[in-house]
């Protein structure tokens, strides 16, 4: 068998290259990624780098902040200042980056097991005190790197390693735990969804606050498979069947389940001060011109 030689301007199947906006967004060097087939989190990996071109954003100000998990490890493919924190702490962690260096547009990006369950306090309370933060959920309703446990989304009657008759636990709504504790932007999408979720992306990027986003994803390995649901390109056609936009939508009203409508949108939209903007507008008012306010 003869070898082939090829050019720089040829991929391994010896076709032209074709310029990708994507790439410089990500370390090439760490290709290909460790996701399964079918799996959702690189096509939100995609919308994302694509939002970041869009909004065009000083990538020396954008820090990006990972958990443990499946979706932790997105911090490591971005080609952006990466921090890949301890299991459910990446919100604490990200908070402590932001009021050190308020320029920073600090981006959280973890699973719904790290963020919602060890970490779910510390989502609670961020967004109580409105850090300026964008939150990025992948919800694919299960523990997929430590094997297929179930998590604080798994639906009810859905199979798991630690539920093999079928879960019996309410999941929580993302969205409504999100507007509960008082976070500014409220969004969910899923990965069929990409257009608008790169929108999304963009709009949540240049927001101010607490800001989260939910995206559904598939998990063929350890949820699809144990559930008999076929594959990622079979759950990505129920999210086109299953899906019906709600913008506004009231969050109490948003759960999601094993069957029936998934309601997707913007969901909240307000403004209210920062937790940085309420405390130097608090002590300014107590100590007067004997403050400085921090961070501008």
């Not at 959280?108 to 369950?117: E, I, K, P």
């Not at 297929?148 to 009657?157: E, L």
């Not at 937790?275 to 403050?291: C, I, K, P, Q, T």
């Given at each position: 068998?003869?070898?082939?030689?090829?050019?720089?301007?040829q991929?391994?199947?010896?076709?032209?290259?074709?310029?990708?906006?994507?790439?410089?967004?990500?370390?090439?060097?760490?290709?290909?990624?460790?996701?399964?087939?079918?799996?959702?989190?690189?096509?939100?990996?995609?919308?994302?780098?694509?939002?970041?071109?869009?909004?065009?954003?000083?990538?020396?100000?954008?820090?990006?902040?990972?958990?443990i998990?499946?979706?932790?490890?997105?911090?490591?493919?971005?080609?952006?200042?990466?921090?890949?924190?301890?299991?459910?702490?990446?919100?604490?962690?990200?908070?402590?980056?932001k009021?050190?260096?308020?320029?920073?547009?600090?981006?959280?990006?973890?699973?719904?097991?790290?963020?919602?369950?060890?970490?779910?306090n510390?989502?609670m309370?961020?967004?109580?005190?409105?850090?300026?933060?964008?939150?990025?959920?992948v919800?694919?309703?299960?523990?997929?790197?430590?094997?297929?446990?179930?998590?604080?989304t798994?639906?009810i009657?859905?199979?798991?390693?630690?539920?093999?008759?079928?879960?019996?636990?309410?999941?929580?709504?993302?969205?409504?735990?999100?507007?509960?504790?008082?976070?500014?932007?409220?969004?969910?999408?899923?990965v069929?969804?990409?257009?608008?979720?790169?929108?999304?992306?963009?709009?949540?990027?240049?927001?101010k606050?607490?800001?989260?986003?939910?995206?559904?994803?598939?998990?063929?390995?350890?949820?699809?498979?144990r559930?008999?649901l076929?594959?990622?390109?079979?759950?990505?056609?129920?999210?086109?069947?299953?899906?019906?936009?709600?913008?506004?939508?009231?969050?109490?009203?948003?759960a999601?389940?094993?069957?029936?409508?998934?309601?997707?949108?913007?969901?909240?939209?307000?403004?209210?001060?920062?937790?940085?903007?309420?405390?130097?507008?608090?002590?300014?008012?107590?100590?007067?011109?004997?403050?400085?306010t921090?961070?501008?």
């Amino acid at each position: 068998m003869s070898e082939t030689t090829l050019n720089d301007d040829q991929d391994l199947s010896g076709l032209p290259l074709v310029d990708n906006p994507v790439m410089p967004y990500l370390r090439q060097e760490r290709i290909p990624h460790i996701w399964c087939p079918g799996c959702g989190i690189g096509t939100t990996v995609n919308c994302f780098t694509r939002a970041l071109e869009e909004a065009a954003l000083d990538l020396d100000k954008v820090a990006i902040v990972s958990g443990i998990g499946c979706t932790g490890r997105v911090a490591g493919y971005l080609n952006l200042d990466s921090f890949h924190t301890t299991h459910g702490r990446a919100i604490p962690f990200a908070t402590g980056l932001k009021l050190a260096n308020p320029d920073l547009n600090v981006v959280v990006y973890s699973g719904d097991g790290d963020l919602f369950a060890i970490g779910g306090n510390h989502f609670m309370h961020a967004a109580r005190r409105n850090m300026d933060l964008l939150v990025v959920c992948v919800n694919n309703f299960t523990y997929g790197m430590t094997g297929g446990q179930v998590a604080p989304t798994t639906p009810i009657g859905a199979t798991q390693t630690t539920m093999p008759f079928g879960n019996f636990e309410n999941p929580a709504s993302l969205p409504f735990l999100a507007d509960a504790a008082g976070a500014t932007f409220v969004a969910r999408w899923t990965v069929f969804h990409v257009r608008q979720l790169t929108r999304c992306f963009k709009e949540a990027l240049g927001k101010k606050g607490f800001r989260f986003i939910e995206i559904m994803a598939p998990c063929p390995t350890l949820f699809l498979r144990r559930n008999r649901l076929g594959d990622g390109v079979d759950m990505v056609r129920q999210y086109k069947e299953r899906s019906v936009l709600r913008n506004g939508a009231d969050t109490k009203e948003v759960a999601v389940g094993m069957e029936g409508d998934i309601v997707v949108g913007t969901f909240v939209d307000r403004e209210r001060p920062t937790w940085l903007e309420a405390m130097n507008s608090h002590f300014s008012s107590v100590l007067g011109d004997r403050y400085r306010t921090y961070g501008g």
